[in-house]
């Protein structure tokens, strides 16, 4: 900042002349030529004065103004004897006088360059304005690199604020606030308090930035310290945090797959999606796709894709086990017979990571796709990463629930439905069954004589045969009902859309099933059994459950009486 001639002769000149040189060059002069001598600075100071009485007596006298580089910094006037050699003498006062100036400028020159050197070095963006013509003086490097705009953009402490702050009623009322409290911050000598803001930048992005103002004499330095960076990684830790919650609530499993999703679509670039693709039981093809953001044809035409090397960048990422980044999807090999997939999706680059079990085993894909040729950087790998080991721990949690709900609905030994889980679907369906107007029926069917198949066989031959009945029970039935074991060797059936005739037939069906059924015994013999069936519906009158077993319940109870081996159907007592 070269500060102007102006200023270094009103501020500055006068406190100079005690420089003892400038003053010994000038009184050496005065006393060679006999001259007096008086200097004025611009403002009409008096500054300087010699006379001697030789000089007092001379008559000439010579007025000059004092020009350095068009600046006016003064006025000399000489008391001279011999008026012919005024001109000359004259001339050798500016010079001794310009040239103290070129040297204190020099010396004022090489400090600005320093001070120029610091800011342009700074890692923060620094703006050095002046306080009083508020023409912005400075930017650095940073500053341009920062906001973008150079100091043709921004010439003036307006022209900033009207760039950085575009919203008018934003900028004449919080700005104008703002400028006031810097101002008597200024005033009251404290230093003026940090403040976070968002500035717009030349290329209408916005930046959220630390603002720090300080005052050097006239000048307001500010520096701005780029928080951007530093809320991209809260935004991705809060992504992060939000996950985590997600997947220690009750949501469904594909509830947690699209929220993985949706977040960190919401994390990403503008223009980027994602994908949860899963693999089916074989784990060779693709059999369910999580990628709402992209269109539903291009979602259909993925399940069923088999997995492989140039299956695109997932089917690719699944088969090798390994995460698989494409920069350019038109120039990938991996990509050559899905150029037009791709297309009908506009996605021109995909990146691409495995999705892992804790056996290693591939459970799916978690991929971003960008609708420009792109390759990611550290976080974007990071955070691809992440999404991939949630997504299997979702999946992992989704299957040992399963396994536990199997485990508490299920009878062990024979693999049926549970007693608990019979009776709470038989309830469900026997709502259905009012609703809907369709009857519904229960058999309970029975083991004849199965105490004698133990005492014969043993325990282990008759959970043998338990499980064979159980097996071909649920063969007959089908999608028809559900067979459960109630306890023992006592079984039930729920049939949810058959009436009593129906159920009758099926449940006959299934006794003559049954009876061909030969269970080894563990040596040469084989074992023979039979069962016997008691059948129940609510064709004829609404009835609670509890009813509809206990007349089931009645009705075996009959078929034993009568014989065993035999199904019998309720009947109304008349
Ligand atoms: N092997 C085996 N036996 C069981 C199991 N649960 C119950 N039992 C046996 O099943 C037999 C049931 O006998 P009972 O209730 O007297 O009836 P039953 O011999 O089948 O005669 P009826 O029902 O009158 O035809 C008992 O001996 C029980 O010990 C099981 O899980 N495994």
Not at 262 to 282: A, F, H, Q, W
Request: a negative charge.
């Amino acid at each position: 900042m070269t500060p102007s001639l102006d200023t270094l002769c009103h501020s500055q000149f006068d406190c100079r002349l005690d420089n003892p040189t400038l003053l010994k060059a000038i009184t050496n002069l005065c006393e060679a030529t006999d001259s007096g001598l008086l200097l004025h600075s611009a403002n009409g100071t008096e500054i300087f004065r010699f006379s001697s009485l030789r000089t007092r007596q001379a008559q000439h006298q010579v007025t000059s103004i004092l020009v350095h580089h068009l600046e006016r910094i003064g006025t000399v006037k000489l008391n001279v004897i011999d008026p012919d050699k005024a001109d000359a003498i004259m001339m050798c006062v500016k010079q001794i006088i310009e040239s103290s100036l070129d040297q204190d400028v020099t010396s004022e020159n090489n400090e600005n360059h320093h001070f120029r050197d610091i800011l342009n070095a700074a890692p923060i963006a620094i703006s050095y304005i002046n306080g009083q013509t508020r023409n912005v003086e400075f930017i650095n490097p940073m500053f341009q690199e920062v906001f973008g705009y150079s100091l043709d953009d921004i010439p003036t402490m307006d022209d900033w604020l009207e760039r950085a702050y575009p919203d008018e009623s934003f900028r004449n009322n919080i700005i104008a606030s703002r400028s006031q409290k810097i101002a008597d911050y200024r005033t009251l000598g404290l230093p003026v308090p940090d403040i976070r803001t968002h500035v717009v930048c030349r290329d209408g992005s916005t930046r959220q930035v630390l603002q720090r103002v300080r005052w050097l004499g006239e000048h307001r330095v500010t520096s701005y310290m780029d928080l951007s960076a530093l809320s991209e990684t809260e935004n991705r830790m809060q992504t992060r945090y939000g996950m985590l919650e997600m997947l220690l609530t009750n949501a469904t499993l594909d509830e947690v797959l699209i929220s993985i999703v949706r977040r960190i679509e919401n994390n990403i670039n503008t223009g980027s999606r994602c994908s949860v693709l899963l693999l089916d039981k074989t784990h060779t093809s693709f059999e369910k796709s999580y990628a709402p953001s992209l269109p539903k044809n291009y979602n259909d035409a993925i399940i069923g894709v088999q997995i492989g090397l140039g299956v695109g960048s997932c089917g690719t990422a699944a088969y090798l086990g390994k995460r698989v980044i494409v920069e350019d999807i038109m120039t990938n090999e991996y990509w050559r017979d899905f150029t037009a997939l791709a297309q009908l999706a506009g996605v021109q680059s995909c990146w691409s990571q495995p999705i892992l079990n804790s056996a290693g085993d591939v459970l799916g894909t978690f991929a971003i796709y960008n609708d420009t040729p792109s390759s990611p950087n550290n976080d974007d790998i990071d955070l691809i990463g992440f999404a991939a080991r949630l997504a299997a721990i979702a999946i992992e949690n989704r299957s040992t629930q399963l396994d536990l709900e199997n485990w508490a609905f299920s009878d062990h030994l024979t693999g049926l439905v549970n007693r608990r889980r019979f009776f709470e679907l038989a309830e469900r369906s026997l709502v259905e069954s009012y609703q809907q107007h369709i009857p519904m029926s229960v058999v309970i069917l029975d083991v004849d004589r199965f105490k004698k198949i133990n005492d014969q066989f043993g325990h282990i031959v008759g959970d043998n045969v338990l499980k064979a009945l159980a097996k071909c029970s649920k063969h007959v039935i089908g999608n028809q009902g559900v067979v459960g074991r109630l306890g023992g060797e006592e079984f039930t059936i729920l049939l949810p859309e058959s009436n009593l005739l129906q159920a009758t037939s099926i449940a006959e069906s299934l006794r003559q099933e049954l009876a061909k059924l030969s269970t080894p015994d563990g040596s040469e013999d084989i074992v023979k059994f039979t069962v016997s069936c008691g059948v129940s519906s609510n064709d004829d009158l609404e009835i609670s459950l509890d009813e509809l077993v206990s007349r089931a319940d009645h009705a075996l109870y009959q078929a034993k009486r009568n014989g065993r081996n035999c199904v019998i159907a309720y009947q109304q007592p008349e």
